[in-house]
């Protein structure tokens, strides 16, 4: 197992993810590939159907996946739906506003996904894409998420694991996930069963689990009210 470096506290974060949001994209993509071991259509695939008519895009960075995911939607003849985006760090944020400018079903707040400024059950769905191993606070990311969910809405999350696999994929992916650590882009992978463990004592229910490369994919349901 790969041993984390020292945790770095959630102003680090935010400010790891001061970069260009186009050399964040190309880094992403390296990022993706070698250290998740995933692909593009398989996060379009996974994310793509989990949209309800009020979605919170959490820690939606620069927004580059959700336009993605828009075409994909678009290509598959799925219903528009209103989007709201958090993020905790600014320049992110900036970014996606850029990106998305004079459309009206989209909007971007800065929050942390612990202190989310929404009421309790505001959303049929949420998307956490490629940042819940980014959270210094998963129980109270998880619990946040939670929260503002709708009694019956669903999360889908992919989770970094720690790298599994044979030479010479597994030591480059832990070289890159101590680079993220060190860099402050990356908090720590988990293992698969202590991220679950997680996601269930937040509150949620699991509908479907896959690991898939290096990352586990899962999406929680919010337990309908009693
Ligand atoms: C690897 S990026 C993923 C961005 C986007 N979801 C994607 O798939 O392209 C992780 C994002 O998580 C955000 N993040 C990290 N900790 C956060 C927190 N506590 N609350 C909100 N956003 C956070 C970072 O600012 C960053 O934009």
Known sequence: MQTPTTPKSREAIAAAYKSE??????????????????????????????????????????GTLLELIFYWRRWKKLPTVQVVGVDYAEPMLAGARHRFAGKPDLEFLHADVAEMPFAADSFDTANVANAVHCFPDVDGGMRGVLRVLKPGGTM?????????????????????????????????????????????AAGFEIVT??????????????????
Request: a positive charge.
């Open 21 to 62: 949001p186009w050399w964040y994209d190309v880094r992403g993509f390296f990022i993706l590939t070698f250290a998740y071991n995933s692909t593009l259509t398989e996060q379009l695939r996974f994310f793509g159907p989990n949209f309800g008519k009020q979605h919170l895009e959490v820690a939606c960075g620069t």
């Open 156 to 200: 889908a999350a992919n989770v970094l694991l720690f790298p599994r696999g044979r030479w010479p994929l597994r030591p480059l992916a832990e070289r890159i996930n101590r680079w993220g650590m060190r860099k402050g882009i990356l908090f720590t992978p988990y293992e698969r069963d202590d991220i679950r463990q997680r996601i269930i």
């Open 209 to 226: 689990e896959a690991v898939s490369g290096n990352c586990y994919n899962v999406l929680a349901r919010k337990p309908a009210a009693q």
